[in-house]
């Protein structure tokens, strides 16, 4: 599929067919993908469990189910759990910048060395920032980066996606993680039992109120010409609506299928 394609295509899906399984491949993928992502200093904060709900013992399965995430989580078949591995900074201590330094990727064009990660970057910048109340934030947005990727690797396999945020500590007891590692949130994969549209894209803010050229306050001109490109493109789909008899119709039938109460 077409990047802006696959873009336009993700939307949270949380009707899966829950009795058919994912392709171990296509799981594998969407960490590769993930893995592949940018990061800052090249740590890879990024940790995940892959679980498969039938590998689960029946109470873990229910320990797992939030208010906001209880029905998708039980049909989804696949569950890949992310973390944030603190420690991770403090455990390569730089290595991974010496190794962008010999690749080439940071040069001594703009003043990379060994010496200026061992003298400078890792003890005055990256060691302190460890010890900052905002490292988890920072560190957190380069999971969200690795995650959005294996969304992405998902839907482009031809799988139904959606991210669901459960009860960290239950994460950390079922899945026997190290403290260090902060739970995030969790991707639910199966195969799409709605259709793979979802009744259209989801509601957003509009673009002007988002986006900013030169300070805040100047939204960002939004061209209706390129809007139209990324319609032929895919990317930009059409909308969902609200109360579509078209969405409420397949709702009710999904709940019929599945003896849901409506
Ligand atoms: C970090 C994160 C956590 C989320 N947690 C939940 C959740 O617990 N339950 C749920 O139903 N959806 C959850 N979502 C999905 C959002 O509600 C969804 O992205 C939003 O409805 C927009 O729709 P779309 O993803 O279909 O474009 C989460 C999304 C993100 C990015």
């Given at each position: 599929m077409e990047f802006k394609e696959v873009v336009g295509r993700r939307r949270s899906i949380r009707?899966?067919?829950?009795?058919r399984p994912v392709e171990r491949e296509k799981i594998q993928k969407m960490l590769e993908a993930a893995r592949l992502q940018s990061c800052a200093v090249n740590a890879q904060w990024a940790r995940a469990v892959v679980s498969f709900?039938?590998?689960?013992k029946p109470d873990q399965l229910k320990r797992l189910l939030t208010p906001v995430a209880a029905l998708n989580v039980e049909m989804a078949p696949v569950h890949i759990h992310w973390f944030n591995d603190l420690s991770i900074v403090n455990k390569i201590q730089g290595s991974r910048l010496r190794e962008l330094v010999d690749v080439g990727a940071l040069a001594p064009t703009h003043g990379w060395s060994h010496k200026f990660v061992d003298e400078f970057v890792y003890p005055q910048i990256l060691k302190p920032m460890t010890e900052g109340p905002a490292y988890p934030v920072y560190s957190t947005f380069d999971v969200g980066m690795a995650v959005a990727n294996a969304l992405l690797a998902g839907v482009d396999e031809g799988l139904a996606v959606c991210m669901v945020t459960l009860n960290g500590e239950v994460l950390k007891e079922v899945f026997k993680t190290p403290a260090e590692w902060i739970p995030m949130p969790t991707i639910l994969v199966g195969y799409p039992a709605e259709n793979w549209d979802g009744g259209g894209q989801r509601p957003r803010p509009p673009f002007e109120e988002l986006y900013f050229e030169g300070e805040y306050g100047k939204p960002f001109p939004r061209d209706p010409k390129v809007v139209e490109q990324l319609k032929a493109a895919k990317m930009i789909q059409e909308p969902a609506r609200p109360h579509s008899p078209e969405r409420i119709a397949e709702i009710k039938r999904l709940a019929d299928k599945y003896g849901l109460p409506m």
């Open positions: 009707f899966f067919e829950p009795d709900r039938d590998d689960l």
